[in-house]
């Protein structure tokens, strides 16, 4: 008989009121320019993040989940009887706590040699709820006596074919974290222009620039029109409530339906994108 848990990263931005029963979810710890530490998700929320970069002049630092971290949780789900242990990390080209997790689970398999713990490893390739909603799918297919193989093969299918479509309303961050150059984000604040940034199995590109705000929804559900042919299972995301409902409207009377959720954005995409941004997750239905 299986027992199986799941262990990821805050960066998952599974909301904090979900009810999952084989999930442990670890906290990227934040420290702001005052010198001050938390550990997202459990002493700070994201409206409280988001407050602290709107008064910021310098850029909040996140740490990676650290292998000793990872080797600790490892510990203790197996005293607890857990047989397999499956591992979702944030994308590996942002972030080492990929490495992290690979490197604790060659530790806890070198101490322990007679262990017939199985412990799987999975980037993500992607952020936020692009993966965090997998996860939860994965915590009902655990409750229902799916098989470690049967959910590891979901997690990856769902992943490879996951992708997010991105835009801020101010390019201060975007600049400040280097997600796009200094110059482009200059000339983009003289002239208006917002980019409309895709998030593919890792890669960051920007594909279409719009100029003033009210064109960006519009240029983000067209984007999203044309890159899925999945268009009623989608999820918006936001570090702005106002910005946010103005999606959710549009999103429904464009698509016809409304998304399967809408969810605060943690400090991984706020810390690069900002306190003034939006975005869609989505199946490219490859």
Known sequence: MYNIKIITDSGCDIP???????????GFYLTTEDGKSYEERYDI?????????ENCTNIP?????????????????VCDG??????VTINKGASATHDAAVMAKSMYMDDNPDSNVKIEVIDSNT???????????????????????????????EFSRTQILL???????MKKSGRISAAAAFAGELMGLKPIIVMDHGDTAVVQKVRGDKLVIPALIRQ??????????????YT???????????????????PMRAVELGSAVATNAGNHSIGIMYYTGE
């Open 45 to 53: 929320s994201n409206k409280q993040y988001y407050k602290i970069l």
């Open 240 to 258: 702005d409530e106002e910005y946010g409902k103005e999606l959710y409207s549009a999103c429904e009377k464009e698509l016809g339906v409304p």
């Open 127 to 157: 952020y936020s709820i692009a993966y965090g909603w997998p996860i939860m799918q994965a915590d009902k297919m655990i409750t229902e006596g799916h098989t470690p193989k049967q959910i590891i093969s979901y997690l990856k299918s």
């Open 167 to 173: 835009s801020a309303y101010s390019l201060k961050f």
């Open 61 to 77: 630092k996140t740490a990676h989940i650290t292998m000793m971290r990872y080797g600790q949780l490892i510990e203790e789900l």
């Open 16 to 26: 904090v009121k979900a009810k999952l029963k084989n999930v442990e979810i670890l």
């Open 224 to 237: 999203f029109k044309e890159r899925t042919n999945d268009p009623k299972h989608y999820i918006i995301g």
């Open 82 to 87: 857990a047989t397999d242990i499956i591992i």
